[in-house]
């Protein structure tokens, strides 16, 4: 199944089907801002608050970053925040810096697409991620999920952070 999307202006198709509430989140291989190997059962037994973006060099992603990662500082210690990107790990330890961020876990999907494959968020004409966001509670079942048919829009962050919170009580 191939869906569309656009990226401001441009076209785009993804593959597979969207992920629904209700569905086991799969798990994901990706990569730390180390360079090391991140597998996301390592978060197993937390909430996780996932926030897709396209390049955290782009004015709309980093408004939804700091969004979130505002929103995370109020977060118990039950709960990870998780964004992932296919910019590199060098461009995300510096976007951290600059902007003084924590409580909040960059990861990339640059190397292997696991991520992006397992999820079906791969814009296939740019080999970037589609802006979504997945809330998923601590026996990995999805409660919330977006996917952006407008990677130049922000998701619905409050709707998503509500999630967390009522997961989180």
């Known amino acids: ?3 569309r999307a656009k990226f401001g202006e441009v076209n785009i198709t993804l593959d597979g089907e969207e992920l629904k509430v209700g569905d086991k989140a799969p798990e994901f291989k990706a ?39 505002k929103a995370a500082k109020e977060f118990s210690d039950n709960v990870v925040l998780i964004t992932i990107s296919n910019d590199l790990p060098f461009a995300q330890i510096r976007f951290c810096n600059v902007k003084d961020i924590e409580k909040n876990k960059f990861v990339s999907d640059y190397i292997y697409n696991d991520f992006g494959k397992k999820y079906n968020t791969i814009m296939n004409e740019l080999q970037l ?23 130049s829009e922000l998701p619905d962050t409050q709707k998503a952070i509500e999630a967390v919170k009522e997961l989180d009580k």
């Open 31 to 69: 990569i730390n801002k180390d360079l090391s190997d991140y597998i996301s059962s390592e978060d197993d037994g937390k909430i996780k608050l996932i926030s897709v973006v396209p390049s955290i060099d782009t004015s709309v992603c980093e408004i939804q970053t700091s969004i979130f990662t």
């Open 1 to 3: 199944m191939t869906r």
């Open 129 to 151: 991620l589609n802006r979504s966001v997945f809330v998923i509670d601590k026996d990995n079942t999805i409660h919330y999920v977006q996917y952006l048919s407008q990677n």
